[in-house]
């Protein structure tokens, strides 16, 4: 067990992966600048993390043993860039899956928790690979015109299976070491090809990427925020891949099929909604500082805006909150979140977050949009009246207006503004899911029994 550095990271990336982007495979991904930003922050997160000698890990490995312990993983994983928290996400979802398995099938959950000693032990980042192309969305899986639309598998051997199809929306694919696929829902009997969870390296034969990245290819200061934060988006083709049984964690088992979907679906949302709540809070700052800038923030309809967008950011906190307080220990000690809360909060934020990007945009106005360049602002003729016509009251200088502006429409309107309105959506399995969710979880009996009180009256 040694920990890697950031220039090893780097390095280990060289392994033969098939990676396309913008119409091209890419032999080098160190050396393209797509992938320059990305590379970056979790090339600085090998290094930050790093200590020397054997026997040393990362946070982003450890197993929470208490609410106390679940509470400072989620406080420490917002400093941590996306691929390290998808890792810690994906491998603490296997291990709710063996939790969850371990009476049925003790083969897969000691599977498990080998494989996560592995990717402990070589210092490893992973991604979820869930999502399936699905074809006709009307058609079950084995009665679709080509069943390759959702990940099956097509042959089964002594030593292993190997599996084909599609996995989308694997954000950060390419520049991680491993591909856990999961089933994208539960499969029904006589669906037991389309019941696979294993493991596989980014650089196994038959695995190829296709990236999109929404970072901006120029004018960096422009897009403040999505120039030093993004991460490519795969389309993952899985091509006829070899899966040696070690690496294979559910192989037809009909019955928990949904039970990988629904323990990576807990820990996503518990996750989304720790950013949530920093997303929250850094919407209402741009809020206020915009209004302050533009001169009205002493207005009523504003401090309303701005007062609601408050009370917004304090629920999905105390949401989180409550999902770490109402915490349960499995029977091998290992705490996971509460369903209802992790559910009930991820959905009231991710619901209700474009009423408040619509909020923050009433407050600032049209320059969101329309501000000029960085590059105009310094350009000889135009910058000094850019600067002026920009000006609003005493102690905010044109210059700063505009870039707040652009921070503004970068952040909500625009490059990461725009990915992160739909993965806010999307993130977690959808709102739908946590709805099903949070209704499962939810104490009807009480509520009736309360409700039964109002019609007949207290009991005894």
């Known amino acids: 067990m040694v920990m890697m550095t950031k220039a090893e990271y780097l390095a280990s990336l060289n392994d033969g992966r098939r990676i396309f982007a913008d119409g091209e495979e890419i032999k080098d991904l160190t050396t393209h600048p797509q992938f320059a930003t990305s590379l970056e922050l979790v090339g600085d997160g090998y290094d930050r993390h790093h200590r020397p000698g054997r026997g040393a890990c990362g946070p982003y490995f450890s197993i929470p043993h208490s609410r106390e312990e679940l509470k400072e993983l989620l406080e420490t994983l917002l400093g941590w860039d996306m691929v390290t928290v998808t890792t810690s996400q994906g491998l603490l979802a296997l291990l709710t899956a063996a939790a969850r398995m371990r009476s049925a099938h003790p083969e897969y959950a000691k599977r498990i928790e080998d494989y996560f000693d592995h990717c402990k032990d070589n210092d490893l980042r992973c991604v979820q690979a869930i999502t399936d192309a699905k074809g006709d969305r009307t058609v079950a899986p084995g009665k679709q015109e080509d069943p390759d639309v959702y990940t099956r598998i097509v042959e089964r051997r002594s030593d292993g299976i190997v599996v084909r199809g599609a996995k989308l929306h694997i954000s950060s694919a390419s520049i991680s070491h491993e591909l856990v696929v999961m089933p994208t829902k539960k499969m029904k009997p006589g669906e037991e090809d389309w019941a696979v969870a294993c493991a596989i390296p980014v650089n196994a034969p038959g695995v190829r990427i296709v990236n999109t990245n929404y970072a901006p290819r ?12 993004n991460m490519p988006e795969g389309f993952v083709l899985l091509d006829d891949v070899f899966v040696p049984n070690e690496r294979v964690f559910l192989a037809g088992e009909t019955d928990h099929s949904a039970t990988f979907a629904h323990s990576l679906g807990l ?10 709540v920093e997303i929250g809070d850094t919407l209402v700052g741009l809020a206020q500082l915009i209004a302050e800038s533009n ?16 009370i917004y950011a304090t629920l999905v906190r105390a949401g989180l909150e409550a999902a770490i307080a109402n915490a349960e220990p499995s029977p091998e000690g290992w705490y ?28 600032g106005g049209g320059s969101i949009v329309t501000a000029p360049s960085i590059a105009d602002l310094e350009n000889e003729e135009v910058g000094e009246q850019i600067k002026k016509y ?18 503004i429409r970068d952040y909500t309107a625009d490059a990461f503004g725009g990915w992160q309105l739909v993965t806010m959506i999307q993130s977690g399995g959808g709102l739908y899911a946590q709805r099903l969710v949070s209704r499962k979880h939810y104490d009807m009996d009480k509520a009736k029994a309360l409700a039964l009180e109002v019609v007949n009256g207290p009991k005894g």
């Open 267 to 276: 820990w996503e949302r518990l996750g989304g909604t720790a950013h949530l």
């Open 218 to 229: 120029d004018r960096h200061e422009d897009f403040p925020h999505s120039s030093r934060h």
């Open 336 to 363: 996971f979140p509460s369903e209802l809360f992790t559910n009930a909060a991820k959905h009231f934020g991710a619901a209700e977050f474009s009423h408040m990007v619509r909020h923050l945009h009433d407050i």
């Open 295 to 310: 001169g009205t923030q002493r207005i009523s309809h504003i401090r309303e805006k701005i007062a609601e967008m408050v």
């Open 390 to 407: 920009m000006h609003t009251v005493d102690g905010v200088d044109g210059e700063y207006r505009t870039r707040l502006f652009h921070a």
